[in-house]
């Protein structure tokens, strides 16, 4: 399969002169379009810090990123933005859902962005909704949602636009172990119908689920397996 | 256009489904802020207009002739009234015979040698009651006793300021008065080296200078007590028929040849420059307080804006990190303000033309020296609203520029 993430010495240290703190030490990797790969590692070990700069939230201080043969560092702030907007999902720790729009429309906001018109943005949103169970709560806002509900929600609007990667920042942090199962279940049917999905966990069990774990300790890669 | 559709997507559900009493709140404050441009520069400038509309309708008429400077009367007088008549503007017209006098009070009691009788120097009014009622309805303004009747002698009206019964309480108008006089009371005036005894018949309360320190007789028996027997009159006051011109029938007066006879003005051009000067040192007085309430309401609008723009930073980066762009964003947040503003504008414009309007037409401020107005005129009502929607619109767009331009990551990680 092609390399649809291509990370090349990336380095991220934050501050500068004595205080500087580097918490990325030259990584590199790879990742193949379709695959389903598992960031692990401690606390603090720098597997967020590694998962921001590969789905473009942050800027690495050295290094080369890749993204489905697209030069990140060369793309401007409008350029990343748009350029996640078209090929990239997310979904937070904790679902991070606008409070004051439904299930419906928090899933929509990014066909919206995209051009396509509200009719048809609902459209798609609703089947996204449906795919993670919640054909019933479309209307329902954040605030009378369970955890479960909330993060299906999140889910449901990180591939509504149909992107190329999914990266799940501790998806199930917030979730009791029945509903971490159920969420990690939609991401493994997702990886079976082809989405590349990158997933930051600490949870050894959940890492499983994946193809692939990438193991990071004190800002190195200790191990691929 | 994406980002202006998406912002007003955005706008739209945070207006609709936020706190209904912070909305309320800056509702209000807006609401405030536009009354507080409008309502206090319309006080101030109303303030001279209600001076300048007693002027008018309890002195001079819509348009007024004077002696000229060099004249002691204005010649011609019934020639310049008949002709004034002729016009189909003109309603009514009051010409006044004026002469400078002195009216005493308690001269019969006051007879011990330092004792001396209250004397004022006034000007001493000779009118025709029908006349001088149908362009300033000055019957209308007695407070007590009753008006004049054609052909009666030996009555006078004297203006509340002269009356010391009347003035006690309302600031020191007058520094001399006459004691002890009331309807019924007897004075003596002295015009023209002739002395006469009247009888007070009625008190005439006015808040317009030349009305309320006069002394008013028929105008028969003042002529004959200053020998005037040419019916030449000193003012001519004239009202016209609603909605019609003053400065047209100033101009055909003046082209009537009556310029060279007497001073011929509309009401507002016999008050003088003062006044015009007094308008405009309000209108500054009212711009700089309307400044500074505009200022009040961007900082109020910046930090309301702010405030939600901090609260709500986590998600602003979450916007902006799937893919929501920063003009989208901040298109969301200059919508809102222009919501408050227009709401704001719009209540203010409600209370205004609806509530406060009509309640002032109807019970003018009881100013000392006038019945103050609130005098709003759309244009600038209008311009006041535009003004406060611009500033509340950059006012809105800054706060939310500042924290969008943060760091999406940091944004939402909350660092």
Same mark, same amino acid.
């Given at each position: 399969?092609?390399?649809?993430?291509?990370?090349?010495?990336?380095?991220?240290?934050?501050?500068?002169?004595?205080?500087?703190?580097?918490?990325?030490?030259?990584?590199?990797?790879?990742?193949?379009?379709?695959?389903?790969?598992?960031?692990?590692?401690?606390?603090?070990?720098?597997?967020?810090?590694?998962?921001?700069?590969?789905?473009?939230?942050?800027?690495?201080?050295?290094?080369?990123?890749?993204?489905?043969?697209?030069?990140?560092?060369?793309?401007?702030?409008?350029?990343?933005?748009?350029?996640?907007?078209?090929?990239?999902?997310?979904?937070?720790?904790?679902?991070?859902?606008?409070?004051?729009?439904?299930?419906?429309?928090?899933?929509?906001?990014?066909?919206?962005?995209?051009?396509?018109?509200?009719?048809?943005?609902?459209?798609?949103?609703?089947?996204?909704?449906?795919?993670?169970?919640?054909?019933?709560?479309?209307?329902?806002?954040?605030?009378?949602?369970?955890?479960?509900?909330?993060?299906?929600?999140?889910?449901?609007?990180?591939?509504?636009?149909?992107?190329?990667?999914?990266?799940?920042?501790?998806?199930?942090?917030?979730?009791?172990?029945?509903?971490?199962?159920?969420?990690?279940?939609?991401?493994?049917?997702?990886?079976?119908?082809?989405?590349?999905?990158?997933?930051?966990?600490?949870?050894?069990?959940?890492?499983?689920?994946?193809?692939?774990?990438?193991?990071?300790?004190?800002?190195?890669?200790?191990?691929?397996? | 256009?994406?980002?202006?559709?998406?912002?007003?997507?955005?706008?739209l559900r945070q207006i609709k489904r936020s706190s209904i009493w912070t909305t309320l709140l800056i509702i209000f404050i807006m609401t405030l802020t536009f009354l507080n441009l409008v309502v206090v520069g319309g006080i101030l400038v109303g303030l001279t207009a209600g001076a300048s509309l007693a002027y008018e309708r309890q002195y001079s008429g819509e348009v007024f002739?004077?002696?000229?400077?060099?004249?002691? *009367?204005?010649?011609?007088?019934?020639?310049?009234?008949?002709?004034?008549?002729?016009?189909?503007?003109? %309603?009514?017209?009051?010409?006044?015979?004026?002469?400078?006098?002195?009216?005493?009070?308690?001269?019969?009691? %006051?007879?011990?040698?330092?004792?001396?009788?209250?004397?004022?120097?006034?000007?001493?009014?000779?009118?025709?009651?029908?006349?001088?009622?149908?362009?300033?309805?000055?019957?209308?303004?007695?407070?007590?006793?009753?008006?004049?009747?054609?052909?009666?002698?030996?009555?006078?009206? $004297?203006?509340?300021?002269?009356?010391?019964?009347?003035?006690?309480?309302?600031?020191?108008?007058?520094?001399?008065?006459?004691?002890?006089?009331?309807?019924?009371?007897?004075?003596?005036?002295?015009?023209?080296?002739?002395?006469?005894?009247?009888?007070?018949?009625?008190?005439?309360?006015?808040?317009?200078?030349?009305?309320?320190?006069?002394?008013?007789?028929?105008?028969?028996?003042?002529?004959?007590?200053?020998?005037?027997?040419?019916?030449?009159?000193?003012?001519?006051?004239?009202? $016209?028929?609603?909605?019609?011109?003053?400065?047209?029938?100033?101009?055909?007066?003046?082209?009537?040849?009556?310029?060279?006879?007497?001073?011929?003005?509309?009401?507002?051009?016999?008050?003088?420059?003062?006044?015009?000067?007094?308008?405009?040192?309000?209108?500054?007085?009212?711009?700089?307080?309307?400044?500074?309430?505009?200022?009040? %309401?961007?900082?109020?609008?910046?930090?309301?804006?702010?405030?939600?723009?901090?609260?709500?930073?986590? *998600?602003?980066?979450?916007?902006?990190?799937?893919?929501?762009?920063?003009?989208?964003?901040?298109?969301?947040?200059?919508?809102?303000?222009?919501?408050?503003?227009?709401?704001?504008?719009?209540?203010?414009?409600?209370?205004? *033309?609806?509530?406060?309007?009509?309640?002032?037409?109807?019970?003018?401020?009881?100013?000392?020296?006038?019945?103050? $107005?609130?005098?709003?005129?759309?244009?600038?009502?209008?311009?006041?609203?535009?003004?406060?929607?611009?500033?509340?619109?950059?006012?809105?767009?800054?706060?939310?520029?500042?924290?969008?331009?943060?760091?999406?990551?940091?944004?939402?990680?909350?660092?």
């Open positions: 399969m092609p390399i649809i993430i291509d990370a090349i010495n990336v380095v991220k240290a934050y501050g500068e002169g004595e205080l500087q703190h580097t918490v990325l030490k030259n990584i590199s990797l790879q990742i193949e379009e379709g695959e389903f790969v598992a960031i692990m590692g401690r606390s603090g070990a720098g597997k967020s810090t590694l998962m921001y700069q590969l789905s473009l939230l942050d800027r690495p201080t050295e290094g080369e990123i890749i993204l489905d043969g697209v030069y990140a560092n060369t793309l401007e702030e409008d350029e990343r933005t748009r350029f996640r907007l078209h090929n990239l999902g997310y979904v937070f720790q904790d679902y991070a859902l606008m409070p004051e729009l439904t299930a419906l429309e928090n899933v929509a906001v990014p066909l919206l962005m995209q051009g396509k018109s509200k009719k048809e943005a609902y459209e798609k949103a609703t089947v996204a909704l449906d795919s993670v169970s919640l054909a019933e709560r479309l209307m329902n806002l954040p605030s009378q949602l369970s955890g479960g509900e909330q993060q299906r929600v999140s889910i449901a609007r990180s591939i509504a636009h149909g992107p190329k990667i999914l990266f799940a920042d501790e998806p199930t942090a917030n979730l009791d172990s029945e509903t971490s199962r159920q969420v990690l279940g939609i991401f493994r049917e997702l990886n079976d119908k082809g989405q590349t999905i990158v997933m930051v966990t600490h949870e050894k069990e959940f890492g499983l689920l994946a193809d692939r774990i990438i193991t990071v300790q004190d800002g190195n890669i200790v191990s691929y397996r | 256009m994406d980002s202006l559709r998406v912002g007003w997507f955005l706008a002739l004077r002696n000229l400077m060099t004249k002691e *009367y204005i010649e011609q007088s019934e020639n310049v009234m008949r002709t004034a008549r002729s016009f189909p503007e003109v %309603a009514a017209i009051s010409g006044r015979y004026i002469q400078g006098g002195k009216v005493e009070a308690n001269y019969k009691t %006051a007879v011990g040698p330092k004792q001396s009788p209250d004397s004022i120097g006034v000007q001493i009014v000779g009118i025709d009651p029908v006349s001088e009622n149908a362009v300033t309805g000055i019957g209308e303004r007695l407070i007590s006793g009753e008006d004049l009747k054609i052909g009666e002698e030996g009555y006078v009206l $004297l203006g509340k300021n002269l009356v010391e019964k009347y003035t006690v309480g309302s600031g020191p108008i007058s520094v001399v008065v006459l004691h002890g006089i009331d309807v019924g009371s007897r004075v003596r005036i002295n015009v023209a080296g002739r002395e006469g005894e009247f009888t007070v018949k009625g008190i005439i309360k006015s808040k317009v200078g030349d009305v309320s320190m006069r002394v008013y007789m028929v105008d028969a028996e003042l002529r004959r007590m200053i020998g005037r027997s040419d019916k030449n009159v000193d003012e001519i006051a004239i009202r $016209l028929v609603p909605g019609a011109s003053a400065t047209q029938v100033r101009d055909g007066l003046k082209a009537a040849g009556f310029e060279s006879l007497a001073r011929v003005e509309t009401s507002r051009e016999s008050q003088g420059t003062f006044l015009d000067d007094i308008e405009k040192t309000f209108a500054m007085l009212a711009n700089v307080i309307g400044g500074i309430g505009i200022i009040v %309401a961007s900082i109020t609008v910046f930090i309301v804006i702010f405030i939600n723009a901090v609260t709500r930073r986590k *998600y602003i980066g979450i916007l902006k990190g799937i893919g929501v762009t920063a003009s989208a964003i901040e298109i969301s947040y200059v919508l809102q303000s222009i919501f408050y503003a227009l709401i704001g504008a719009g209540l203010g414009l409600i209370v205004v *033309y609806a509530v406060l309007k009509p309640y002032f037409d109807g019970h003018p401020i009881n100013f000392p020296f006038s019945d103050g $107005l609130l005098v709003v005129p759309i244009d600038g009502t209008m311009l006041r609203a535009a003004v406060l929607i611009a500033v509340t619109i950059v006012a809105g767009y800054f706060p939310a520029r500042m924290i969008i331009s943060k760091n999406t990551l940091d944004s939402i990680l909350g660092r």
